[in-house]
Structure formats: C-alpha cells, structure tokens
C-alpha cells in the first residue's frame, strides 16, 4: 500500500515562509502528477498546487498564486511546497496526493501537517 508523509508545517506570523516536504512511497511516483491540497476547519479540502509527472506543467490556484511554488525530486519520490508571504487564510492542514484531476484517484489519503499563520 503507498504512503504518504508531509511534513514542514508550523506556527508562523503572517508574511513569514515555510517548506513543505512530502514524500510517497509508490514505485510509480515519477509518472503521476502531484498535487497539495488543504483544508482549513468547516472547509472542504482544496487543490492549491499542482505538478506534472516531469515537472513542465504546475498549476497554482488563485489563492496561492506568486506566493506558493510547487517542485518535485523524482530520485527521492518527495515532492516540495514552499509557502512565502503567508497569510491567516493560508492557516489549514495540508496534504500531498495525486493530482485527481488527470488520476481520477488518490493515494490513500496521510496525516497532513499543520500549517497555522498569526496575524
């Protein structure tokens, strides 16, 4: 079975950074796009940033985007999310997963890291 282990999350104040690491043990890992994805308390869980399985194609949501850059190291299956200018709304668990979009499936599902921004 894969598994999936985020990591990187904090307290930080409002415009600090973080990185968020992931990494996925799936054999297949360099072929399938990956995405983060969080959820804050009350919300649905939302796709922020996407990667393609080559790293040519990223998609960033609205939200993030020019703050959140999304990258991948297909020799270590661990895909990144560096988090700049933070902001409270950014506050919420985030995860990595397969990008649903194009997979139509997940990965079971990990913990998550907490990301929690102070204004």
């Known amino acids: 079975q894969v598994r999936v282990a985020e990591s990187g999350g904090g307290l930080v104040q409002a415009g600090g950074s973080l990185r968020l690491s992931c990494v996925v043990s799936d054999r297949a890992f360099s072929l399938n796009p990956i995405g983060w994805y969080r959820q804050a308390p009350g919300k649905q869980r939302e796709l922020v940033a996407a990667i393609s399985s080559g790293s040519s194609i990223n998609y960033a949501a609205d939200s993030v985007k020019g703050r959140f850059i999304i990258s991948r190291d297909n020799s270590k299956n661990t895909v990144y999310l560096q988090m700049n200018s933070l902001k409270p709304e950014d506050t919420a668990v985030h995860y990595c997963?397969?990008?649903?979009?194009?997979?139509?499936?997940?990965?079971?599902w990990g913990q998550g890291t907490q990301v929690t921004v102070s204004s």
């Open positions: 997963n397969l990008d649903s979009r194009y997979t139509g499936h997940y990965y079971p």
